[in-house]
T-cell receptor, first 114, second 116 residues
């Protein structure tokens, strides 16, 4: 069965610092992986996704993630944090069954200090 | 173009009452998903519709929960005899075909349900 683990329920960085949000997955089939962002009182917005093409995936707002099969990881990074990046971030894996539902991690809340 | 819309945005109800939550997917999207976001359980799948196929109801937590999708478009999630543990944000998502795990699911803003 597919599962996702996000290490760190809260991550705090200074404005301009590197952002690193961790995601590890477990999958019985080649995984499709997603990062979504949720701003307060809003739905989920796709940041980027891995669909078995390039292992380094670039997304919106300067974010990128690298798929590492050997480490079963798909960590999200951004070189320089902005105040507007403060939000909750969810890593997800497609279920691998015929519904293709998303299996989400528990989320990481990113705090950006001025 | 228009995204996924959900109504109402907020709903307060009394324990034991029934509620209906509505989702309008992106026009032309064949697949529709309902998820629930709660403090204790995180984001969890509830139900999936794809075209005329039988829905995947495997995520519905009890028989008090049901959903339908009329005409392949609008969906309604119904919770009967609401309980306090039903308080959560109910998110709807749609995707173009729902026939591949590669597809992006587009989420609505959610309905925040509070059961008193």
């Amino acid at each position: 069965a597919q599962s996702v683990t996000q290490l760190g329920s809260h991550v705090s960085v200074s404005e301009g610092a590197l952002v690193l949000l961790r995601c590890n997955y477990s999958s019985s089939v080649p995984p499709y992986l997603f990062w979504y962002v949720q701003y307060p009182n809003q739905g989920l917005q796709l940041l980027l996704k891995y669909t078995s093409a390039a292992t380094l995936v670039k997304g919106i707002n300067g974010f990128e993630a690298e798929f590492k099969k050997s480490e079963t990881s798909f960590h999200l990074t951004k070189p320089s944090a902005h105040m507007s990046d403060a939000a909750e971030y969810f890593c997800a894996v497609s279920s691998g069954d015929s519904s293709y539902k998303l299996i989400f991690g528990s989320g990481t809340r990113l705090l950006v200090r001025p | 173009g228009a995204g996924v819309s959900q109504s109402p945005s907020n709903k307060v109800t009394e324990k034991g009452k029934d509620v209906e939550l509505r989702c309008d997917p992106i026009s032309g999207h064949t697949a529709l998903y309902w998820y629930r976001q709660s403090l204790g359980q995180g984001l969890e799948f509830l139900i999936y519709f794809q075209g005329n196929s039988a829905p995947d109801k495997s995520g519905l937590p009890s028989d008090r929960f049901s959903a339908e999708r009329t005409g392949g478009s609008v969906s309604t999630l119904t919770i009967q005899r609401t309980q306090q543990e039903d308080s959560a944000v109910y998110l709807c998502a749609s995707s173009p075909r729902g026939t591949s795990g590669r597809e992006t699911q587009y989420f609505g803003p959610g309905t925040r349900l509070l059961v008193l």
